[in-house]
């Protein structure tokens, strides 16, 4: 079920709807999807009807890989995803000594730029 192509890598929709549409074009029942991404009917009725995974913790974050998987996308698709993912890996850089505020700014006025370009 999970051979369809995917329009696009990433999304910035709420995880409820990118899960929902990712669903919809896999012609993925929600019975297909939770069995497929080895979670239980009520853990996928919570992602999709409430705000589950907006805050992540590790737990959230393996739930929201193995739906992916099921979708045949990376967790990096969905939005609160690759937040946390930045979240940790900024926070692990700076504890390091790696990486300062500066550094970060710059990071994203140069995206900025680069965007406003385009």
Do not use: C
């Not at 019975?31 to 497929?36: G, R």
């Not at 979670?39 to 974050?61: A, E, F, H, W």
């Not at 609160?80 to 505020?101: A, F, M, S």
Request: without cysteine; negative net charge; charged residues 30%.
């Amino acid at each position: 079920m999970t051979d369809a192509p995917v329009d696009d890598a990433v999304t910035m929709k709420p995880l409820p709807e990118a899960i929902r549409d990712l669903q919809a074009k896999r012609n993925m029942t929600r019975t297909d999807l939770w069995t497929a991404a080895e979670v239980g009917p009520g853990v996928l009725s919570r992602y999709l009807k409430t705000d589950r995974g907006r805050i992540m913790n590790s737990q959230v974050m393996e739930t929201v890989e193995k739906l992916a998987h099921a979708l045949g996308v990376a967790p990096e698709h969905f939005l609160e995803y690759r937040v946390e993912k930045g979240r940790r890996l900024v926070e692990d850089g700076i504890r390091q000594g790696l990486i300062g505020l500066e550094d970060i700014e710059l990071i994203i006025e140069r995206q900025r730029f680069l965007s406003q370009k385009d």
